[in-house]
């Protein structure tokens, strides 16, 4: 059993990108990209920007329904894997390393996803998570046209806060005055168990909504957004992520 520190998710992605694809969450695939075209229809041939793309399984399922796609990750591993797999599926997709908070693409887009903790709260312990995630969220607005859909999955802090109690107060597992988690986690991985220290900084809905705001985007509506069940109702306080159906200003 094998630990990873919070300060090494970019190690963390490189050496889980093999078997991403076997973690139940990515079954969805196909599901997922025909309620994302759902939402905001767009013509075949618009462009679409992937942030936190991971190992491309929405860009390339949307690039084989005949859209245009950059998708971008910090993780060179993961984008080894997406485009192995988009030469496998006989589609082109342009994939950029990069951080999220700072890539700079000489072209404006249609539409913008960032799902599955793509890049938002993937953050080194002690660094400002409010400050991070409005730089991911200014630069994808900086990087849409007018009026275009930008589609986010954030975990949820409701369904992190009903799981705590004073007694991980106490032993500094939790701070309620931050919202700040910090601790060591199982998780039962396709590679195995492991032992995952957690930095965490969640945010509740109405905090997202002002972060999105403030970056130039209107929101539209929060739903239930936990992997492999996505849909157009409201959020549960106890699902372990939420979806924000926003567009640019």
Known sequence: MSETTPTGWRDF????????????????????????????PVPKGSRFL???????????ELAKRGFRVTGVDFSAGMLNV?????????????????????FALDQVFDYAICL????????DRGADAEAHDLAIFKNVAAH???????VLTALNAYSAIRQMNDELVQAGRFDPGSMIS????????????????????????????????ESGFTVDN????????????????????????????
């Open 13 to 40: 992605f490189n050496n889980h990108a093999t078997t991403y694809d076997d973690n139940p969450f990515t079954f969805h695939t196909e599901m997922e990209v025909a309620f994302l075209l759902a939402l905001y």
């Open 50 to 60: 992937d942030i936190g793309c991971g190992t491309g399984r929405h860009a390339i």
């Open 82 to 102: 997406a485009r192995s797999k988009a030469r496998r599926e006989g589609v082109e997709v342009e994939f950029i390393e990069a951080d999220a908070t700072n």
């Open 116 to 123: 599955c903790e793509g890049g938002v709260g993937l953050v």
């Open 144 to 150: 849409l046209r007018t009026n275009a859909p930008f």
């Open 182 to 213: 910090f601790y060591q986690d199982e998780w039962d991985l396709p590679s195995g168990p492991e032992i995952v220290t957690v930095y965490e900084r969640l945010f509740i809905p109405p905090e997202v909504r002002r972060m999105l705001q």
């Open 222 to 249: 929060v739903y239930g957004g936990t992997a492999g069940s996505w849909g157009q109702r409201a959020l549960s306080l106890d699902e372990v992520e939420a979806m924000y159906i926003a567009r640019k200003r």
